[in-house]
């Protein structure tokens, strides 16, 4: 098992910041990648940015880059979600995750509210 817990999200206007981040617990010696998801009212959840934890490679949607970073401390066991240029259209709740099985996240967070206002 592997709980998940995220922070860090807010009310911020256009143009501006936030740094989600995401504190792992439990059997986390066996992540392979993790992950940030956001899902927005009335739509569905969709990916934003993954990291492998081994070598720390990362990819993301195309609607964040260049504006988002995904980042890992191994020793804290935490991912880390740098959002910049933020804009309207990036309001959701924001869900870590986790994959310990090399295929498919499995665990997930319980949310984290980010409002852009415009």
């Known amino acids: 098992q592997v709980q998940l817990v995220e922070s860090g999200g807010g009310l911020v206007q256009a143009g501006g910041s936030l740094r989600l981040s995401c504190a792992a617990s439990g059997r986390t010696f066996r992540t392979y990648r993790m992950g940030w998801f956001r899902q927005a009212p009335g739509k569905d959840r969709e990916f934003v940015a993954g990291i492998w934890w081994s070598g720390g490679t990362a990819y993301y949607a195309d609607s964040v880059k260049g504006r988002f970073t995904i980042s890992r401390d191994n020793a804290k066991s935490t991912v880390y979600l740098q959002m910049n240029s933020l804009k309207p259209e990036d309001t959701a709740v924001y869900y870590c995750?986790?994959?310990?099985?090399?295929?498919?996240?499995?665990?997930w967070g319980q949310g984290t509210q980010v409002t852009v206002s415009s």
């Open positions: 995750a986790a994959d310990v099985t090399g295929r498919q996240y499995v665990y």
